[in-house]
């Protein structure tokens, strides 16, 4: 089993910046992929970005260019590093993790965007 730990939320401006963390309960490097979603009102959940356990990374074509998906191993942490904010960007983001067939969520926290 895999718990999962975000954090970075908040509140911010047009055009500003956020950095959410997700630190996993158990070696990174086992799980075969980890990502980020996120959920805005009245919305399906949709993937916004994500990384396999070998590096390779996928975005959704609206964040492309603005986030970055990044991890460490050493601490078995992933980040979702989100520059040039946008309203539309206002959701609860949560952390996915792929771990033997499994997945597992986060517990979500909430990205505002607003002037």
């Known amino acids: 089993q895999v718990q999962l730990v975000e954090s970075g939320g908040g509140l911010v401006q047009p055009g500003g910046s956020l950095r959410l963390s997700c630190t996993a309960s158990?070696?990174?490097?086992?799980?075969?992929?980890m990502g980020w979603y996120r959920q805005a009102p009245g919305n399906r959940r949709e993937l916004v970005a994500e990384?396999?356990?070998?590096?390779?990374?996928n975005y959704a074509d609206s964040v492309k260019d603005r986030f970055t998906i990044s991890r460490d191993t050493t601490k078995n942490t992933v980040y979702l590093q989100m520059n040039v904010l946008e309203p539309d960007d206002t959701a609860v983001y949560y952390c996915?993790?792929?771990?033997?067939?499994?997945?597992?969520w986060g517990q979500g926290t909430q990205v505002t965007v607003s002037s």
């Open positions: 158990l070696n990174i490097r086992s799980i075969n992929s």
């Open positions: 996915n993790a792929n771990y033997r067939l499994v997945t597992y």
């Open positions: 990384i396999t356990v070998g590096g390779v990374t």
